[in-house]
């Protein structure tokens, strides 16, 4: 505890020296630079470019952009001899020198009038004239050169400095309050599925331009009809001599208890041609895979999903943070390919294996119709992943009319674990109901592949068009899992009933889905368009479970109880007509879709097949509308139909867990899922502010629930069913905005949430609701020259109230502060980096709070032109030896202790691969 409390107190200090280094430099008396733009005419040149330099070096100082009067305003701190520059495009360069000095009043250009001539003073030399941003049309531009970072810096530290543009801490890149979905490379896809892959290992010293922009979906792309489906994209443009050639970066890194960190990162361009190869290696728990690459171990089968959420017990305990003792290894090639101007093929490969020992501490609180039980639970999981996919596109333009595109990715996965854990459950009085001792030793094999082949024709009769695809896409698995339990039930306290499985379980499963479909697209006067499509889709899915006891012998006897084969089909049909309106500022369309669902359940144990034919209208409506000069309001109205899984309809007992038995339910019915979105953006390019709001608003019929029976030993036999319908809300907000008169960035962003859903326990209705909130506020410096500080802080308040037992509801708080400060010498050879957070949770019912300080730091020197560095990195320096988590999931409560590494220290060597124009 002395210890604990020490590093606490040592957190909160650094914490405030951090903020006291961002509040000196807000201190510091800035000098304001006034003026007003205006063309020969006396018209004010708006979005004209203002460039404050240094005289010495010429570089950028601070910058800004002409507002709609064509008046402008700078802020500059330090005494210096500066050049003042402004450009607008067509017109000549004013450049004029000014000196700043201690006590300096502001200055005041008055009116600047550029002509086609413009202003230049011959003794004033500038050695590199540039603009920091552009605006063209739907892009914004950024000169990288204008926001210089530290040697050794990758893309991400690079989108950190650009205004508008915001890096979470986990790598999420937000463009101007919006998520962004794709980082190309010259236009082209570096590794399609993760933007992180390039923000996190493409050097930054070889980028020439960051360009923001929508990028349109392929039926905009090909027609010119905006159907209002864009991805928010950012592209790199590599500087000139540096997209041909061989360049990368070797980064190796080792310490005490035998911790090691490798990395590679190397990259082949050519005119045609972009090969890179990426390769890790870790033991300091840095994991290689995301929730997305877990989903393909499991080959995408729809058993990970119950009722359209995630069941998470099914993934390894540190799948979501960092937790357990882990080795991790990746290693990925993405090729690129021109064939000619028709002809081009975009591909990748990617390798993750990480193996992982996770010890846990749980106490989850379960709601019963009156009052609630509590099971405590200490666990241990060894679990190993290893995936491989490979992804790519092909794509041949026939003629100027006409194009093909085939796509195709397959998916091999393998997943070993062992787990071992003792729990008890008891009443809120501490009556103990039951416990359990467990363990279990199995693996999981499959693989994943599909394919999908476009067609697209363009006819000779403007705004006609014609497009075609089809689908086919499988996945097989097979998993093994040896299990040995010893359950005790405590009917009273004076006696108890021990009952024990040792049991083989099985499972093989596959699954076949095709779809295809035709849209055709008729013009009908000058901005109006009818589209009318036809789709159908089949998917087959099997499961065959085969449980077998261990008997005395040594052998297993299968249990025809627990066996059982099961066949799930599906078929949906679906015709749809949507009219289409183009203009110049907005777009809309308002369209439905009848749809034929048939769905047929065959279990192959004697049990009649169940079958359900529906039949359903789907409108669909959307609305963009382009608010200049930067503004963007969105609506969107869809509905879709959410057929159950196989797992939820295969009618037999699930007892991996004897405590919690699971079965399917054969007469579930497709929920119906109404969805409305209504979203502004704004990105005012004059005072870089961002705004993005959106409110979201979803409706479920049918809603698929777990119903829950519950013993007075508290055994759950828990079985999926068609409930009362549920609804939920939420509502969205993302701001940032420079503060005037100071060298500060401020922002927040946040989230409201509300759910109305359905509890049945022992065939008890309640309903409940829950109420999350999120809210983010960040405070950093807008300069970054030498330093590079952020303070922020983070809170999360969550509130479940119920109907009918008003004594189950449960309000909790969990907040977090943390700082990040990088220090980097005026030649760049030296940098230094410090980053702390303090997480704290409240108390929740009887169980008191929780608080962690952790602590990162570092320190780099570069050496022979920047080309090799030696660094010291420390992580954890604190020494918190534990992860603390909470989850609500309505009628439930969890919090988890779970093991993590301690204290690691490394030190390491970077050498960057330099060799251009070859």
Same mark, same amino acid.
């Given at each position: 505890?002395?210890?604990?409390?020490?590093?606490?107190?040592?957190?909160?200090?650094?914490?405030?020296?951090?903020?006291?280094?961002?509040?000196?430099?807000?201190?510091?008396?800035?000098?304001?630079?006034?003026?007003?733009?205006?063309?020969?005419?006396?018209?004010?040149?708006?979005?004209?470019?203002?460039?404050?330099?240094?005289?010495?070096?010429?570089?950028?100082?601070?910058?800004?952009?002409?507002?709609?009067?064509?008046?402008?305003?700078?802020?500059?701190?330090?005494?210096?001899?500066?050049?003042?520059?402004?450009?607008?495009?067509?017109?000549?360069?004013?450049?004029?020198?000014?000196?700043?000095?201690?006590?300096?009043?502001?200055?005041?250009?008055?009116?600047?009038?550029?002509?086609?001539?413009?202003?230049?003073?011959?003794?004033?030399?500038?050695?590199?004239?540039?603009?920091?941003?552009?605006?063209?049309?739907?892009?914004?531009?950024?000169?990288?050169?204008?926001?210089?970072?530290?040697?050794?810096?990758?893309?991400?530290?690079?989108?950190?400095?650009?205004?508008?543009?915001?890096?979470?801490?986990?790598?999420?890149?937000?463009?101007?309050?919006?998520?962004?979905?794709?980082?190309?490379?010259?236009?082209?896809?570096?590794?399609?599925?993760?933007?992180?892959?390039?923000?996190?290992?493409?050097?930054?010293?070889?980028? %020439?331009?960051?360009?923001?922009?929508?990028?349109?979906? %392929?039926?905009?792309?090909?027609?010119?009809?905006?159907?209002?489906?864009?991805?928010?994209?950012?592209?790199?443009?590599?500087?000139?001599?540096?997209?041909?050639?061989?360049?990368?970066?070797?980064?190796?890194?080792?310490?005490?208890?035998?911790?090691?960190?490798?990395?590679?990162?190397?990259?082949?361009?050519?005119?045609?041609?972009?090969?890179?190869?990426?390769?890790?290696?870790?033991?300091?728990?840095?994991?290689?895979?995301?929730?997305?690459?877990?989903?393909?171990?499991?080959?995408?089968?729809?058993?990970?999903?119950?009722?359209?959420?995630?069941?998470?017990?099914?993934?390894?305990?540190?799948?979501?943070?960092?937790?357990?003792?882990?080795?991790?290894?990746?290693?990925?090639?993405?090729?690129?390919?021109?064939?000619?101007?028709?002809?081009?093929?975009?591909?990748?490969?990617?390798?993750?294996?990480?193996?992982?020992?996770?010890?846990?501490?749980?106490?989850?609180?379960?709601?019963?119709?009156?009052?609630?039980?509590?099971?405590?639970?200490?666990?241990?999981?060894?679990?190993?992943?290893?995936?491989?996919?490979?992804?790519?596109?092909?794509?041949?333009?026939?003629?100027?009319?006409?194009?093909?595109?085939?796509?195709?990715?397959?998916?091999?996965?393998?997943?070993?674990?062992?787990?071992?854990?003792?729990?008890?459950?008891?009443?809120?009085?501490?009556?103990?109901?039951?416990?359990?001792?467990?363990?279990?030793?199995?693996?999981?094999?499959?693989?994943?592949?599909?394919?999908?082949?476009?067609?697209?024709?363009?006819?000779?009769?403007?705004?006609?068009?014609?497009?075609?695809?089809?689908?086919?896409?499988?996945?097989?698995?097979?998993?093994?899992?040896?299990?040995?339990?010893?359950?005790?039930?405590?009917?009273?306290?004076?006696?108890?009933?021990?009952?024990?499985?040792?049991?083989?379980?099985?499972?093989?499963?596959?699954?076949?889905?095709?779809?295809?479909?035709?849209?055709?697209?008729?013009?009908?006067?000058?901005?109006?368009?009818?589209?009318?499509?036809?789709?159908?889709?089949?998917?087959?899915?099997?499961?065959?479970?085969?449980?077998?006891?261990?008997?005395?012998?040594?052998?297993?006897?299968?249990?025809?109880?627990?066996?059982?084969?099961?066949?799930?089909?599906?078929?949906?049909?679906?015709?749809?007509?949507?009219?289409?309106?183009?203009?110049?500022?907005?777009?809309?369309?308002?369209?439905?879709?009848?749809?034929?669902?048939?769905?047929?359940?065959?279990?192959?144990?004697?049990?009649?097949?169940?079958?359900?034919?529906?039949?359903?209208?789907?409108?669909?409506?959307?609305?963009?509308?382009?608010?200049?000069?930067?503004?963007?309001?969105?609506?969107?109205?869809?509905?879709?139909?959410?057929?159950?899984?196989?797992?939820?309809?295969?009618?037999?007992?699930?007892?991996? %867990?004897?405590?919690?038995?699971?079965?399917?339910?054969?007469?579930?019915?497709?929920?119906?899922?109404?969805?409305?979105?209504?979203?502004?953006?704004?990105?005012?390019?004059?005072?870089?502010?961002?705004?993005?709001?959106?409110?979201?608003?979803?409706?479920?019929?049918?809603?698929?629930?777990?119903?829950?029976?519950?013993? %007075?030993?508290?055994?759950?036999?828990?079985?999926?069913?068609?409930?009362?319908?549920?609804?939920?809300?939420?509502?969205?907000?993302?701001?940032?905005?420079?503060?005037?008169?100071?060298?500060?960035?401020?922002?927040?962003?946040?989230?409201?949430?509300?759910?109305?859903?359905?509890?049945?326990?022992?065939?008890?209705?309640?309903?409940?609701?829950?109420?999350?909130?999120?809210?983010?506020?960040?405070?950093?410096?807008?300069?970054?020259?030498?330093?590079?500080?952020?303070?922020?802080?983070?809170?999360?308040?969550?509130?479940?109230?119920?109907?009918?037992?008003?004594?189950?509801?449960?309000?909790?708080?969990?907040?977090?502060?943390?700082?990040?400060?990088?220090?980097?010498?005026?030649?760049?050879?030296?940098?230094?980096?410090?980053?702390?957070?303090?997480?704290?949770?409240?108390?929740?019912?009887?169980?008191?709070?929780?608080?962690?300080?952790?602590?990162?730091?570092?320190?780099?020197?570069?050496?022979?032109?920047?080309?090799?560095?030696?660094?010291?990195?420390?992580?954890?320096?604190?020494?918190?030896?534990?992860?603390?988590?909470?989850?609500?999931?309505?009628?439930?409560?969890?919090?988890?202790?779970?093991?993590?590494?301690?204290?690691?220290?490394?030190?390491?060597?970077?050498?960057?691969?330099?060799?251009?124009?070859?």
């Amino acid at each position: 505890m002395i210890k604990t409390d020490l590093f606490r107190k040592a957190g909160l200090l650094a914490l405030l020296c951090f903020t006291g280094v961002l509040s000196m430099q807000a201190q510091q008396k800035s000098v304001a630079i006034e003026g007003v733009v205006l063309d020969s005419l006396k018209q004010p040149l708006v979005g004209a470019t203002v460039i404050l330099m240094h005289a010495r070096d010429s570089l950028l100082a601070g910058f800004g952009i002409a507002d709609s009067n064509g008046a402008f305003r700078l802020e500059v701190g330090d005494p210096d001899r500066y050049f003042l520059q402004i450009t607008y495009v067509g017109y000549g360069t004013f450049v004029r020198e000014l000196s700043i000095i201690d006590g300096q009043s502001d200055i005041d250009f008055g009116a600047i009038v550029l002509s086609l001539d413009g202003y230049d003073l011959s003794e004033v030399t500038v050695k590199d004239s540039f603009i920091p941003i552009i605006i063209k049309k739907d892009t914004i531009e950024y000169n990288a050169a204008a926001f210089p970072t530290p040697e050794g810096s990758v893309v991400e530290d690079l989108l950190k400095r650009l205004p508008g543009i915001e890096v979470e801490p986990d790598g999420t890149i937000k463009a101007h309050g919006e998520t962004v979905e794709n980082v190309l490379v010259d236009g082209k896809p570096f590794f399609d599925d993760d933007p992180k892959i390039a923000s996190q290992n493409i050097p930054a010293d070889l980028v %020439d331009r960051v360009q923001v922009f929508d990028q349109k979906s %392929d039926f905009t792309e090909f027609t010119g009809i905006d159907d209002g489906q864009e991805e928010r994209t950012i592209n790199l443009q590599i500087k000139d001599g540096q997209n041909k050639g061989l360049f990368g970066t070797l980064n190796a890194g080792y310490g005490p208890e035998e911790r090691y960190k490798g990395s590679a990162n190397v990259n082949r361009f050519t005119d045609q041609m972009q090969l890179s190869l990426l390769a890790n290696a870790n033991n300091i728990n840095e994991q290689p895979f995301s929730f997305e690459d877990y989903l393909q171990f499991m080959g995408g089968f729809e058993e990970l999903m119950n009722g359209g959420n995630v069941d998470f017990s099914q993934f390894p305990s540190n799948l979501l943070d960092n937790s357990g003792i882990s080795d991790a290894y990746s290693g990925g090639l993405n090729f690129n390919y021109d064939f000619n101007p028709r002809t081009a093929l975009r591909s990748n490969y990617f390798f993750n294996s990480s193996d992982n020992n996770t010890l846990s501490s749980s106490t989850l609180e379960n709601a019963l119709p009156e009052g609630f039980f509590v099971t405590d639970a200490e666990n241990e999981e060894w679990t190993k992943l290893a995936n491989h996919r490979f992804r790519a596109e092909l794509k041949h333009q026939v003629d100027d009319s006409q194009d093909l595109k085939f796509k195709g990715n397959i998916s091999l996965f393998n997943n070993e674990n062992a787990f071992s854990g003792f729990s008890s459950s008891q009443s809120e009085s501490g009556l103990l109901g039951n416990s359990s001792q467990r363990s279990s030793l199995g693996y999981l094999d499959g693989w994943s592949w599909k394919t999908d082949l476009t067609y697209r024709k363009k006819f000779s009769h403007k705004g006609r068009f014609l497009l075609l695809h089809g689908l086919v896409d499988g996945q097989q698995a097979d998993s093994q899992s040896d299990l040995a339990n010893i359950n005790t039930l405590f009917p009273d306290p004076e006696t108890n009933l021990i009952d024990s499985i040792t049991q083989r379980q099985l499972l093989y499963s596959d699954g076949l889905s095709m779809e295809g479909g035709i849209d055709y697209v008729e013009p009908i006067g000058e901005s109006n368009y009818l589209k009318v499509d036809a789709s159908t889709v089949w998917i087959h899915n099997m499961r065959d479970k085969t449980f077998s006891d261990l008997l005395g012998n040594g052998q297993y006897e299968i249990n025809e109880e627990l066996s059982n084969q099961f066949d799930r089909n599906l078929n949906q049909n679906t015709f749809g007509t949507a009219l289409k309106t183009v203009r110049k500022k907005w777009n809309a369309s308002l369209g439905v879709d009848f749809q034929q669902t048939r769905l047929e359940s065959l279990p192959l144990n004697g049990s009649p097949a169940v079958t359900g034919t529906f039949y359903s209208w789907l409108p669909n409506a959307r609305l963009e509308y382009n608010m200049k000069p930067s503004g963007n309001l969105g609506f969107r109205y869809d509905t879709r139909i959410q057929a159950p899984s196989a797992e939820q309809l295969q009618p037999v007992v699930d007892n991996i %867990d004897p405590l919690n038995i699971f079965q399917g339910n054969p007469d579930l019915r497709p929920e119906r899922i109404s969805s409305i979105d209504l979203n502004y953006s704004n990105f005012n390019q004059f005072y870089l502010r961002s705004v993005f709001l959106g409110v979201r608003g979803q409706f479920y019929q049918d809603r698929i629930v777990q119903a829950s029976t519950i013993d %007075d030993q508290f055994r759950r036999i828990i079985q999926p069913i068609n409930s009362r319908n549920e609804w939920l809300m939420e509502g969205f907000y993302d701001f940032t905005t420079p503060v005037k008169g100071v060298d500060l960035k401020f922002g927040f962003n946040g989230s409201l949430r509300y759910q109305h859903s359905n509890f049945l326990v022992n065939d008890a209705l309640d309903l409940f609701d829950i109420w999350e909130f999120d809210h983010t506020v960040r405070l950093q410096n807008k300069v970054k020259e030498m330093w590079d500080v952020g303070v922020g802080y983070k809170v999360h308040l969550t509130k479940t109230a119920f109907d009918v037992n008003e004594a189950l509801d449960l309000p909790f708080l969990d907040q977090t502060a943390f700082t990040d400060l990088y220090w980097y010498s005026k030649k760049g050879s030296w940098a230094l980096n410090a980053n702390l957070k303090y997480q704290v949770y409240s108390e929740a019912r009887a169980r008191p709070g929780q608080a962690f300080v952790y602590l990162d730091a570092g320190v780099r020197k570069s050496f022979f032109k920047k080309q090799f560095s030696l660094y010291i990195k420390g992580t954890n320096l604190l020494d918190e030896e534990v992860i603390f988590q909470r989850e609500s999931y309505g009628n439930q409560l969890q919090e988890t202790l779970k093991n993590r590494f301690g204290r690691v220290i490394l030190f390491g060597a970077i050498y960057k691969i330099r060799a251009f124009g070859k």
